[in-house]
Each structure stands twice: as structure tokens, then as C-alpha cells.
């Protein structure tokens, strides 16, 4: 996959409007700031839909969700990169983060989902669930869960935190899976899920591979 210059740079531009303003600038707004015609903006947004790095809900819609192109790159052998994110940002979908800390390579034929992307577990308190301090999580981005799941998510826009996730009738509860740990419970209001775990990796990131399994 190439991008022409003028295409990187739009996409740069989209990326930093996304994470700026939490949506897609206009095609107004985005044709003054790139000092073009409307009907360049829609060419170049069409260009970048056939290349994989943006999807949209419709023709006209500004619902636009990109992908990084570390994701779409494909390995030898069926495999596939996935970046590891550096920080999650409250509110804004995976893709349009820009904290990366590399990437590792994992087997496309096991991991198939869309803007899969992987985290860095600190701590034990996931232990019973086979994921160690140091390993990298699998996740597949999305923010709802069902009461079970293991999800990544977001506490008061800061904290990032995994867990077993259980919605009750006022509030979420996130279970650990080591009882050295409590169970901790938040209102509604601060804590947002980002992720599904899907896999585990016993990380071997600084040799660019490494071996994965589902959750």
C-alpha cells in the first residue's frame, strides 16, 4: 500500500482533527484548511476509503474511522502487525490514537478482526486469567462489553486498567483475576470500555514477533 504525498498529509491532517475535536472536520472546514476545493477533499477521502485507512458510515456521512497503517501492513506467511498503544485517550475510538510504543507481529489466520491493537499489562491482578505483568493483551476496539468479558477500558479519563467486566443495576464492576486484589466499582460516568481482550501475548516485541493465543 503507497500513499502519495498529498495523501499522507491529508491523513495526517484527519488524524489530528480527530483527536483534537473527537469527530471528522467538515468538507468545508477541511477544504479551508488545505486551502482546496470541496471536490478535492471528497477525491482524497475517496482515495484513502480504497486504500483500507478510512471507512465511513455512508457517502455523506462525517462518521469517518481511520486506520493506522502499521495495521494494514501484511507479513510473510499469513501474519499480520498490530501497533502497541502507548495510552489510551478518553473518548476517542483506537484509531485515532497517536501514542504508539511499536508493534508486534502476530498470526493473521488467528487474529482476523478489524483495528485489532495491543496493550501492555502492568501487574499481577490477571494473573488466574493467564495474563502476566509485562505481556501484551489483544484487543479488538469497541465500547460496550458483556458481563464476563475481559475488556480494557478507561477510568476517569486517565487510569487504564483490565479486567473482567460486570454491569450491575448503578454502577460496573471490574473483577481481577488474582485475590490478592479487589474488585473495584465505578458509576457509569467514569469508566468508558475501549477494548475486548481477544489474545494474549507472552511478549517478544524487541525481536518484532511474537507467539499469541486466544483469550
Same mark, same amino acid.
Given at each position: 500500500?503507497e500513499?502519495?504525498?498529498?495523501?499522507?498529509? #491529508? #491523513?495526517s +491532517?484527519?488524524?489530528?482533527?480527530?483527536?483534537?475535536?473527537?469527530?471528522?472536520?467538515?468538507?468545508?472546514?477541511?477544504?479551508a484548511?488545505?486551502?482546496?476545493?470541496h471536490?478535492?477533499?471528497?477525491?482524497?477521502?475517496?482515495?484513502?476509503?480504497?486504500?483500507? &485507512?478510512? @471507512?465511513?458510515? *455512508?457517502? /455523506?456521512s462525517?462518521?469517518?474511522?481511520?486506520?493506522?497503517?502499521?495495521?494494514?501492513? @501484511?507479513?510473510? *506467511? *499469513?501474519?499480520r502487525?498490530l501497533?502497541?498503544?502507548?495510552?489510551?485517550?478518553?473518548?476517542?475510538?483506537? /484509531?485515532?490514537?497517536?501514542?504508539w510504543?511499536?508493534?508486534?507481529?502476530?498470526?493473521?489466520?488467528? !487474529?482476523?478482526?478489524?483495528?485489532? #491493537?495491543?496493550?501492555?499489562?502492568?501487574?499481577?491482578?490477571?494473573?488466574?486469567?493467564?495474563?502476566?505483568?509485562g505481556? &501484551?493483551?489483544?484487543?479488538?476496539?469497541?465500547?460496550?462489553?458483556?458481563?464476563?468479558?475481559?475488556?480494557?477500558?478507561?477510568?476517569? =479519563?486517565?487510569?487504564?486498567?483490565?479486567?473482567?467486566? !460486570?454491569?450491575?443495576?448503578?454502577?460496573?464492576?471490574?473483577?481481577?483475576?488474582?485475590?490478592? +486484589?479487589?474488585?473495584?466499582? +465505578?458509576? #457509569?460516568?467514569?469508566?468508558?470500555?475501549?477494548?475486548?481482550?481477544?489474545?494474549?501475548?507472552?511478549?517478544?516485541?524487541?525481536? =518484532?514477533?511474537? @507467539? *499469541?493465543?486466544?483469550s
Amino acid at each position: 500500500m503507497e500513499l502519495t504525498q498529498r495523501q499522507k498529509h #491529508f #491523513f495526517s +491532517y484527519l488524524k489530528e482533527k480527530i483527536a483534537a475535536e473527537g469527530q471528522a472536520p467538515s468538507l468545508r472546514q477541511a477544504a479551508a484548511d488545505m486551502e482546496v476545493s470541496h471536490t478535492a477533499v471528497a477525491q482524497m477521502i475517496q482515495q484513502l476509503e480504497k486504500k483500507g &485507512l478510512v @471507512e465511513r458510515d *455512508g457517502h /455523506y456521512s462525517r462518521t469517518i474511522r481511520l486506520r493506522h497503517p502499521e495495521q494494514m501492513e @501484511e507479513e510473510p *506467511g *499469513g501474519a499480520r502487525r498490530l501497533p502497541v498503544i502507548g495510552q489510551i485517550t478518553a473518548g476517542l475510538p483506537m /484509531y485515532a490514537q497517536q501514542e504508539w510504543e511499536g508493534s508486534v507481529v502476530v498470526d493473521g489466520s488467528r !487474529f482476523r478482526g478489524d483495528n485489532l #491493537f495491543c496493550l501492555r499489562i502492568r501487574g499481577e491482578s490477571m494473573r488466574g486469567a493467564g495474563i502476566l505483568d509485562g505481556d &501484551l493483551v489483544i484487543c479488538e476496539p469497541r465500547q460496550y462489553a458483556e458481563n464476563g468479558e475481559i475488556v480494557a477500558a478507561l477510568i476517569n =479519563g486517565e487510569e487504564a486498567t483490565v479486567k473482567r467486566f !460486570f454491569l450491575k443495576s448503578d454502577h460496573v464492576e471490574m473483577h481481577p483475576e488474582n485475590p490478592a +486484589y479487589e474488585v473495584r466499582r +465505578y458509576p #457509569f460516568r467514569e469508566l468508558l470500555v475501549q477494548g475486548k481482550v481477544v489474545g494474549v501475548i507472552r511478549d517478544r516485541v524487541e525481536s =518484532g514477533t511474537a @507467539e *499469541g493465543k486466544r483469550s
